[in-house]
Structures are given as structure tokens and as C-alpha cells.
């Protein structure tokens, strides 16, 4: 079946624009991460969208970023006024969070945003 | 807080060999699950293996093995037979058992495998 799937793949974009990422899970998996990947630096938990839950937010970085989820599926990260330090490639990765399951998370292909 | 906390930035294989690449991990939590990512420079990020923490039987993927220690809060990867297509970015990662579904991720092990 197909996998996680993420648009664009690579995006360039001018100090202080605004840049749209997009997300599409697994069909079927209700739940959706979004995660920043910094050259040299680990994995950075941004968000997380369970269902029809309230997202956990917990991990975006200051109020530029925002994301949403349209129907339980497809999911759009939102960076407004981009910095140069927001340089970084983007993952996002879904689960078919099972009650007592190991919750595997699976993961798209990536946005490499540069910010010049 | 948890953290994962991956020691070697680099390490290198000749092919055919065995290669074992450690990880260590902080909790206070019980039950949680582990986990080893691959990401090739295509940048996709893929399952190694996983383990859940309530097992004590280590989790075995045809030439993936882990040694789980969780005593020592360990989890190092171990791949034999090492082939080409196994170079890559080796990422552990752990995640709680309660609400908070988030990965927490060492820093990476780049692999290089030699012919």
C-alpha cells in the first residue's frame, strides 16, 4: 500500500516569506507527527495530532509555526515569516496508534526547507 | 526527561562483517518501547527493529539483533552479514507508554560499510 507521502520535496524560499508543508498519512492511521531535523542535531518533536483530539503543540518552536488537520487525514505545517535558522528538513510520520500496540511510528520522505 | 544518547557519530564495517552500535536512554518509566531507525540519503527514515520494554527476549529482524539491557538501560543494534545497501544514518529512539506519543531521538550513528 502506499506510504507517507509529503509535498514538496524540497522548498526555497526568501527570508520573511511564508511556506505551506504538506502531509499525507497512511490511510487509515489516525494518528500524525510532525518532526524538524536540523543539520547535525537529532530529531525535534514538533506536534502531534491524535484523532479528533486536541493536537499536543508542545514542541513547536515559537508562534510562527501552526499546523492543521483536515479531516482526520492530510495535515499542512505552516511556518509564517521564515528564519534562516528554520532551515532544516521537515519529516512527518503516522501511526495506526493501537490501544496496547507498539504504536510504530512510519515516516514520509521529507521537506528540505532553506531559507535564504 | 527522557533522553537517548547515541555515543558513536561514526563507525565503519567491513562488508560481511558484524557491526554492533550502541545506544543508552534515561527514564524513570516502566513500560516503554525502543526503537532503530535507518535513513539512507534519500532521507527516508525507516524501522530497523523495535522492542518493547516488558519483553526481556531481544527482538531479532533477519540479520538485526538488539541486546537489550534493561538494568543498564541499553539497547545497542547489531548487524551481521553487513551488506552495501546498509550504509546509512542509524537513529535510536525511544517512546513512552502514557499519553505522550512523541519520539525522543539520539543523535545519530553514520555507518559506513567498506567493500
Known amino acids: 500500500g502506499a506510504g507517507v507521502s509529503q509535498s514538496p520535496s524540497n522548498k526555497v524560499t526568501e527570508k520573511g516569506k511564508d511556506v505551506e508543508l504538506r502531509c499525507d498519512p497512511i490511510s487509515g492511521h489516525t494518528a500524525l507527527y510532525w518532526y524538524r531535523q536540523s543539520l547535525g542535531q537529532g530529531l525535534e518533536f514538533l506536534i502531534y495530532?491524535?484523532?479528533?483530539?486536541?493536537?499536543?503543540k508542545s514542541g513547536l518552536p515559537s508562534d510562527r509555526f501552526s499546523a492543521e488537520r483536515t479531516g482526520g487525514s492530510v495535515s499542512t505545517l505552516t511556518i509564517q515569516r521564515t528564519q534562516q535558522e528554520d532551515s532544516a528538513v521537515y519529516l512527518c510520520?503516522?501511526?495506526?496508534?493501537?490501544?496496547?500496540?507498539?504504536?510504530?511510528?512510519?515516516f514520509g520522505p521529507g521537506t528540505r526547507l532553506l531559507v535564504l | 526527561a527522557q533522553t537517548v544518547t547515541q555515543s558513536q557519530p561514526e563507525m565503519s564495517v567491513q562488508e560481511a562483517e558484524t557491526v554492533t552500535l550502541s545506544c543508552t536512554y534515561d527514564t524513570s518509566e516502566s513500560d516503554y518501547y525502543l526503537f532503530w531507525y535507518k535513513q539512507p540519503p534519500s532521507r527516508q527514515m525507516i524501522l530497523v527493529i523495535r522492542?518493547?520494554?516488558?519483553k526481556q527476549q531481544n527482538a531479532t529482524e533477519n540479520r538485526f539483533s538488539v541486546n537489550f539491557q534493561k538494568a543498564a538501560k541499553s539497547f545497542s543494534l547489531k548487524i551481521s552479514d553487513s551488506q552495501l545497501g546498509d550504509a546509512a544514518m542509524y537513529f535510536c529512539a525511544y517512546k513512552g507508554s502514557g499519553n505522550n506519543r512523541k519520539l525522543i531521538w539520539g543523535l545519530g550513528t553514520s555507518l559506513a560499510v567498506n567493500p
Open positions: 495530532f491524535q484523532g479528533n483530539s486536541a493536537p499536543d
Open positions: 510520520a503516522s501511526s495506526p496508534s493501537k490501544r496496547g500496540g507498539t504504536e510504530t511510528q512510519y
Open positions: 522492542q518493547e520494554a516488558y
